[in-house]
């Protein structure tokens, strides 16, 4: 069946610091991909996305390269912020039928000033 | 913008009570959710709706039922709440099943 693994967390980083977040998935088909954002207190909203092999989806200074030789889709900052504290959230969709978005189990990163 | 709007930020409720979430989006989707989400265990999807008075179980259906009277607005019931059904709701919609989801800012339910 379908299914997302990311890293577990939570990842501490200080300010201006590179971030990866790691995410791999099991799908049939070509699924769409997604990360999606959970600030405090608020619902989840979407980063970014990449509906097809080599796609680079972008956001924010956000990355995410959608690689399926290795099934991965990991999530790179070049230099983060405080104000990146959040839960992430790797997902995919099937193209064709369904209506389920598979989430990861959402990993939590942690900013210091 | 897409907005999906939860009636309620916080609730506190008492076991053996009808609980009512209510969800309600403004951009015409087909699709709406309703997902529980728990410390260590994720998003967890409980009912989705394809089309108005359309239903179908999801993951962890126990406990709970779902309303799609008009195509806006999507109920979550939870017939007799009990402390386990403690948890933060999220409710979403979209227009596809394979595009993006669009998340309300969540009920944090207490059951006491």
């Known amino acids: 069946g379908n299914s997302v693994t990311q890293m577990e967390g939570p990842v501490t980083l200080s300010e201006e610091a590179f971030l990866t977040i790691n995410c791999t998935y099991t799908a049939t088909g070509y699924p769409s991909l997604f990360w999606y954002v959970q600030y405090p207190g608020e619902g989840l909203q979407l980063l970014l996305k990449a509906t097809k092999a080599d796609d680079k989806g972008s956001n924010k200074g956000f990355e995410a390269t959608y690689r399926k030789e290795t099934t991965s889709f990991h999530l790179e900052k070049g230099s983060v912020q405080v104000s990146d504290s959040a839960v992430y959230f790797c997902?995919?969709?099937?193209?064709?039928?369904?209506?389920?978005?598979?989430f990861g189990a959402g990993t939590r990163l942690f900013v210091k000033a | 913008d897409v907005k999906v709007t939860q009636s309620s930020r916080y609730l506190v409720k008492r076991t053996g009570e009808k609980v009512f979430l209510e969800c309600v989006q403004d951009m015409d989707h087909e699709n709406m959710f309703w997902y529980r989400q728990d410390p260590g265990l994720g998003l967890r999807l409980i009912y989705f709706?394809?089309?108005?008075?359309?239903?179908e179980k999801g993951d962890i259906p126990e406990g709970y039922s779902v309303s799609r009277e008009k195509k806006e607005r999507f109920s979550l019931i939870l017939e007799s709440a009990s402390t386990n059904q403690t948890s933060m709701y999220l409710c979403?919609?979209?227009?596809?099943?394979?595009?993006?989801?669009?998340f309300g800012d969540g009920t944090r339910l207490s059951i006491l």
């Open positions: 709706s394809y089309d108005v008075k359309m239903k």
């Open positions: 979403a919609s979209n227009p596809r099943g394979y595009q993006p989801q669009h």
């Open positions: 997902a995919l969709n099937r193209n064709t039928g369904g209506f389920k978005t598979i």
